[in-house]
């Protein structure tokens, strides 16, 4: 099984959006003290959405749409949703 998801940092209200066939790992990854990468600066992340598919590719396609929503409105109203929930 492969997932769509969203992770909010709890430093500053920023959203990480990514697919993953293991979310328990990979929110570890996230969050380990060794992340040096982008994500790593804004430690710690939760996770806020989850969205689960049958093919590698199915949750691919989710990610590029969830990431696509950031550049219009529809983003802004989930956003809401993301920090209310």
């Given at each position: 099984?492969?997932?769509a998801y969203v992770l909010r940092s709890?430093?500053?209200d920023i959203f990480y959006?990514?697919?993953t066939?293991?979310?328990e790992k990979r929110l570890l990854e996230h969050n380990s003290r060794g992340n040096k990468k982008w994500a790593g600066r804004y430690q710690p992340w939760i996770l806020v959405y989850i969205e689960n598919f049958e093919t590698r590719g199915q949750a691919m396609e989710r990610e590029q749409y969830l990431?696509?929503?950031k550049r219009g409105?529809?983003?802004k109203e989930l956003e809401q949703k993301f920090l209310l929930g």
């Open positions: 099984m492969y997932s709890q430093k500053k959006i990514g697919h066939q293991n979310i990431k696509s929503l409105n529809k983003w």
